[in-house]
């Protein structure tokens, strides 16, 4: 069985950064990739809040930088998914892909989260074919067009403006009669001509036939419902941790994030290690998970050098 000091889940900025500090302490570390290769920026265009890059700078870039970083300083890394780990016993076990096992003196955490749906059958029907939860990656499609964003927090708004410079309107869907979103985002969106808001509303369909969504039919908190027309459905209710396989084993707190000591990426095992939003519900930013990263590296090194001979 293949063994290794240093294992990372994970290939956005938290799993590189943990590995490029890996890789420069000598600890040889392998890392997979996940479902995402490159993580959720991917999912992106332009980064314009990572700090050194002042006219901003391609998501896919600079995560294809920071992946051949950490590759020129000897990280391994590869394509694959955990699929069962075990981290009951040390050296942890991991599984990759239902096939391959690895042997790992410590495991750096770094899977990051996911984007939520609302659980509709008609919502899951039209993925890919109208719904999506990433407008900057699918916005394209919707030029002069009609669609909507589920969600008042600062995501649902920066989605909202960034679907209006390209679409001919865009309804926004706000269960409550406020939004979650910060003040200065509230306020650009509330400022769009082609914006509108429908308070106090729920998803209860996604409308659509062969060629996919044509519209949604909301229920209003007054019992009343209300059928837009709409080409695109974009969901933007926030996150879910990819964390479900490490629940036998760590801590998680109520929504399913890895709980991590203060000031450490320390979990529930000594030895394992989270970074990045998997364990992160507040920041969610590049740079915070790629200095979580780093911390996760460095609390790894420390881990070896006092328990591994
Ligand atoms: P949030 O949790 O902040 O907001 C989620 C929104 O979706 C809320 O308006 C919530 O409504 C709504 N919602 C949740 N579930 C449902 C549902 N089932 N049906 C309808 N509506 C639902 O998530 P975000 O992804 O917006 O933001 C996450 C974090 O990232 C925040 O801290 C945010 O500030 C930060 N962020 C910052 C950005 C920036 O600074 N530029 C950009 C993007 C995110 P309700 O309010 O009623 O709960």
């Known amino acids: 069985m293949e063994h290794v000091k240093t294992l990372i889940l994970g290939g956005g900025p938290a799993g590189f950064t943990a590995a490029i500090y890996a890789a420069r302490a000598n600890l040889s570390p392998l890392v997979y990739e996940g479902i995402q290769p490159g993580g959720q920026l991917t999912t992106t265009t332009i980064v314009e809040n990572f700090p050194g890059?002042?006219?901003?700078v391609d998501a896919n870039t600079l995560m294809d930088n920071m992946r051949n970083q950490a590759r020129n300083f000897g990280a391994d890394i590869r394509q694959g998914v955990a699929t069962a780990v075990e981290l009951g016993r040390r050296p942890f076990r991991i599984t990759?892909?239902?096939?391959?096992?690895?042997?790992?003196?410590?495991?750096?955490?770094?899977?990051?989260?996911?984007?939520?749906?609302?659980?509709?059958?008609?919502?899951?029907?039209f993925k890919g074919a109208g719904v999506s939860a990433c407008a900057t990656c699918d916005g394209f499609f919707y030029r002069k067009r009609t669609v909507a964003v589920v969600g008042g927090g600062d995501t649902a708004c920066e989605e909202a403006l960034y679907l209006s410079s390209l679409a001919k309107k865009v309804y926004m869907i706000v269960r409550r009669d406020v939004f979650r979103a910060s003040k200065v985002m509230q306020n650009?969106?509330?400022a769009k001509e082609n914006i509108e808001v429908l308070w106090n509303c729920n998803t209860q369909e996604v409308l659509g036939d062969e060629n996919g969504v044509t519209g949604a039919r909301l229920l209003r908190k007054d019992g009343t419902t209300l059928d837009i027309a709409i080409d695109g459905?974009?969901?933007?209710?926030?996150?879910?941790?990819?964390?479900?396989?490490?629940?036998?084993?760590?801590?998680l707190d109520e929504a399913g994030y890895i709980v991590t000591g203060a000031k450490s990426s320390e979990t529930s095992i000594p030895g394992v290690f989270a970074a990045g939003d998997v364990q992160d519900p507040r920041y969610r930013q590049a740079v915070t998970a790629a200095a979580s990263g780093c911390m996760a590296a460095r609390d790894a090194e420390k881990f070896l050098l006092e328990n591994v001979n």
Not at 53 to 56: E, K, L, M, R, S
Not at 96 to 125: M, N, V
Not at 233 to 251: D, M, R, V
């Open 53 to 56: 890059w002042p006219d901003g």
């Open 96 to 125: 990759i892909d239902a096939e391959k096992e690895i042997e790992a003196d410590t495991l750096i955490i770094a899977t990051g989260a996911q984007a939520r749906y609302l659980g509709l059958p008609s919502e899951e029907k």
């Open 188 to 190: 650009k969106v509330l």
């Open 233 to 251: 459905f974009f969901l933007a209710i926030g996150h879910t941790p990819a964390s479900a396989l490490f629940a036998p084993w760590l801590k």
